[in-house]
T-cell receptor, first 111, second 109 residues
Framework: ETGVTQSPTHLIKTRGQQVTLRCSSQ?????VSWYQQALGQGPQFIFQ???????GRGNFPPRFSGLQFPNYSSELNVNALELDDSALYLC??????????FGPGTRLTVL | KNEVEQSPQNLTAQEGEFITINCSYS?????LHWLQQHPGGGIVSLFM???GKKKHGRLIATINIQEKHSSLHITASHPRDSAVYIC???????????FGEGTQLTVNP
């Protein structure tokens, strides 16, 4: 148990729809990172939020956006879903450069 | 070429065997991480190291900064060690992880 939770566990959407994934960080952690993991591959960095501001972004288009709230929760929003967005989405919380604690992930399927 | 390369991709061992998983990286790093991922997706951080060697129970992680290489060793392997082991690096002052592809380990009884 890392103390990091994600919801929902599984989600099915259709192409073109929008989705919001949620993460609840460990209390006191000021940093949340989001990763996308396609089947059989290592996770890819989407972006990171530090004290409610974006603090780095990977090679993902602007239709991937995020928010971090003062209560240690955060969101990943994806607009105009594409089939290739089907993946496991992981959030990880930390104290900036310290060890990251991962949530269990949200499995998104886009049909 | 990926910034982080792991070998082997798949590894099958018998219970009790000594296991080594290797990781090479091509960039300057601030830390190297070994993580474990079980079926269903949950990732657990095993080690974060920037030099030398760390040990936790039957797990040992080493890093050679000059050679840009790290190894994860499992002594007296057990079927419950079966999982995907992932090497990742962080660069600079941030905590953004760049991951390898992972090594699928299966330990048979």
């Amino acid at each position: 148990e890392t103390g990091v939770t994600q919801s929902p566990t599984h989600l099915i959407k259709t192409r073109g729809q929008q989705v919001t994934l949620r993460c609840s960080s460990q209390s006191g952690h000021n940093t949340v990172s989001w990763y996308q993991q396609a089947l059989g591959q290592g996770p890819q960095f989407i972006f990171q939020y530090y004290r409610e501001e974006e603090n780095g972004r990977g090679n993902f288009p602007p239709r991937f956006s995020g928010l971090q709230f003062p209560n240690y929760s955060s969101e990943l929003n994806v607009n105009a879903l594409e089939l290739d967005d089907s993946a496991l989405y992981l959030c990880a919380s930390s104290e900036l450069s310290d060890t990251q604690y991962f949530g269990p992930g949200t499995r998104l399927t886009v049909l | 070429k990926n910034e982080v390369e792991q070998s082997p991709q798949n590894l099958t061992a018998q219970e009790g065997e000594f296991i080594t998983i290797n990781c090479s990286y091509s960039v300057g790093i601030s830390a190297l991480h070994w993580l474990q991922q079980h079926p269903g997706g949950g990732i657990v951080s095993l080690f974060m190291l920037s030099s030398g060697k760390k040990k936790h129970g039957r797990l040992i992680a080493t890093i050679n900064i000059q050679e840009k290489h790290s190894s994860l060793h499992i002594t007296a392997s057990h079927p419950r060690d079966s999982a995907v082991y992932i090497c990742a690096v962080t660069r600079g002052s941030g905590s953004r992880l760049t991951f390898g592809e992972g090594t699928q380990l299966t330990v048979n009884p």
